[in-house]
Nanobody, 123 residues
Framework: QVQLVESGGRLVQAGGSLRLSCAAS????????MDWFRQGPGKEREFVAA????????LYSDSVKGRFTISRDNAVNTVSLQMSSLKPDDTAVYYC????????????????WGKGTLVTVSS
């Protein structure tokens, strides 16, 4: 199993930037494709970004494409989400997730989840 812990969430003004990190333990994340999801207040959980095991494939939701960048460092067992040009609509709990079943944007395709980190974007 792999344990995932997100960090970096905080209150930020609209237009600002923030970097989220996901630290993994238990197993090397090089065995997993990794995703970020988010759940805003009163909303369903939604896909944000995904990255393949080698980092060669990245996927983004239309709502964050061009503003967010997912990356990974398998050597230190971490995945990051660099967020810029933040909007109030980006306010959500952001979750890191891992899957060994292949790169996917589907939440039911994930095998392990972190507990999330809260990002609040003020207008």
């Amino acid at each position: 199993q792999v344990q995932l812990v997100e960090s970096g969430g905080r209150l930020v003004q609209a237009g600002g930037s923030l970097r989220l990190s996901c630290a993994a333990s238990g197993r090397r994340i090089s065995s997993y494709d990794m995703d970020w999801f988010r759940q805003g207040p009163g909303k369903e959980r939604e896909f944000v970004a995904a990255i393949s095991r080698s980092g060669g494939i990245t996927l983004y939701s239309d709502s964050v494409k061009g503003r967010f960048t997912i990356s990974r460092d398998n050597a230190v067992n971490t995945v990051s989400l660099q967020m810029s040009s933040l909007k109030p609509d980006d306010t959500a709990v952001y979750y890191c997730a891992a899957t060994f079943r292949g790169v996917t944007t589907a939440s039911d395709g994930m095998d392990y989840w972190g507990k999330g980190t809260l990002v609040t974007v003020s207008s």
